[in-house]
């Protein structure tokens, strides 16, 4: 974790490139897990780092992003979104 937290501003810096709406991001760092993930085969797609976080200051705000693990360490450049900015339930735009 201590690891991941170093590329905290490239995790933010990442979620304000969504929007340009999003002026400040909250990452939930006690939210996130180290997971198995599938893609349809029997060696499955590999490891991934999920961050979930918050933006704006909006308190039912969301946003996850996945990072691929390679040989036990975060890969930083794999990051992409986990699933579409959220505000209220509803997609944020």
Do not use: Y
Not at 15 to 34: G, L, P
């Amino acid at each position: 974790m201590d690891e991941l937290k170093k590329h905290e501003e490239e995790i933010k810096d990442f979620i304000k490139s969504q929007n340009a709406k999003i002026e400040s991001v909250e990452i939930n760092w006690e939210e996130t897990n180290w997971e198995e993930v599938g893609n349809g085969t029997p060696w499955g797609g590999g490891e991934v780092i999920r961050i979930f976080g918050g933006f704006n200051h909006i308190e039912d705000s969301s946003w996850s992003v996945l990072v691929d693990v390679e040989n036990g360490k975060a890969d930083i450049d794999s990051i992409m979104q986990g699933s579409p900015l959220r505000a209220g339930g509803d997609i944020f735009e």
